[in-house]
């Protein structure tokens, strides 16, 4: 597997920008999804947004990243990829993250692996066809904790689990969106979403955190600090980053998981980024020398975003092939 960004697109922040921004997804026009509303255990709730086909068909699910939704550009890229291959197409929306804030005391986090396994196991219940799993940034993170909780378990929910661009290593992350440019453009961007909607959770339920140590929260360390970490059993932003992050785990995935990242990555350090040594022999590395965070624009300007769902959905849609000649065989 490889990519080479165009040379209209040189360096991981403009390879980041502008696919985001400006590149096409596939088909004209946004998904038109069907959306569900499913309580959760705790007696939440969350949205999830469908293209849907035959159960016979293979499922291909997609977990967001930070801040994201079925609407991000990542998200209609995929879309339109299942659409081509006539898989069906879910994207159950991180609490809060649909457009209506939930109800509970909690949101959602790097390391909600709970919440992957009960959407997972809803999803296996109800579709009889092949599903495949794909989490983008923070929900790849969230995705492959949950792959690594189950171990074994996992193959019997889903046939292959893939990441993109998620940070593994969430410290390293962490310090890298903290500085710089990252700081200046990113950082402001998340808080500005993130920080309203920790006011409506603190309107709800009254006490919860301290506004005011919410509001002085310049950077994720300290937003994570004051809401993340407390709200949902974290010690503090440390304890957090450390018990949600992948990276130290990775060998015990006991089903075919892709791990992607570029190496120019503005989020990720490629020093911190994991080695197929170890990773265990389930985990297929995919580190291209170019491609940005969530990127991998191809062709002509604009660019098109079609790379990313053909390679990785490329790799799932072979795996479901093997565990069905498998299957076959045995």
């Not at 986090?109 to 923070?138: K, M, N, P, T």
Request: include cysteine; charge should be positive.
């Amino acid at each position: 597997m490889n990519y080479e960004a165009p040379l209209w697109l040189p360096g991981g922040q403009l390879q980041t920008i502008w696919p985001a921004l400006y590149a096409r997804r596939g088909h004209p026009g946004q998904p038109l999804y069907q959306r569900e509303r499913w309580v959760t255990p705790d007696a939440d709730f969350i949205d999830v947004d469908w293209l849907r086909s035959s159960t016979q068909q293979p499922l291909l699910v997609m977990f967001h990243g930070l801040e994201g939704s079925s609407v991000s550009h990542y998200a209609q890229a995929f879309a339109n990829y299942a659409r081509a291959q006539n898989y069906g197409f879910v994207v159950p929306h991180f609490r809060g993250c649909s457009g209506e804030i939930n109800r509970g005391p909690r949101a959602y986090h790097s390391g909600d692996f709970e919440e992957i396994g009960w959407i997972l196991s809803r999803l296996r219940q109800q579709h009889q066809g092949a599903i495949v799993v794909v989490g983008i940034s923070l929900g790849g993170n969230a995705l492959l904790r949950w792959a690594e909780e189950m171990g074994a378990q996992a193959a019997r929910v889903v046939d292959a689990v893939a990441s993109i661009c998620s940070p593994l290593d969430l410290a390293a992350s962490g310090q890298a969106i903290g500085r710089g440019f990252n700081r200046l453009v990113y950082t402001r961007m998340f808080l500005a979403s993130m920080k309203p909607k920790a006011m409506l959770k603190l309107a709800q339920h009254p006490g919860l955190f301290s506004a005011k140590k919410l509001r002085a929260a310049r950077d994720l360390y300290e937003f994570d600090n004051v809401f993340t970490a407390p709200l949902h059993g974290f010690k503090n932003t440390q304890d957090y980053w450390q018990r949600a992050s992948a990276q130290p785990h990775l060998n015990q995935i006991r089903l075919p998981a892709l791990v992607v990242n570029a190496l120019n990555d503005p989020f990720i350090p490629a020093s911190s980024l994991p080695q197929q040594k170890e990773v265990g022999p389930c985990v297929t590395l995919w580190q291209p020398r170019q491609g940005g965070h969530v990127g991998f624009a191809a062709g002509a300007l604009p660019g098109h975003l079609r790379t990313l769902p053909m390679t990785v959905g490329g790799w799932l849609s072979a795996q479901i092939n093997s565990k069905q000649r498998d299957n076959f065989n045995g």
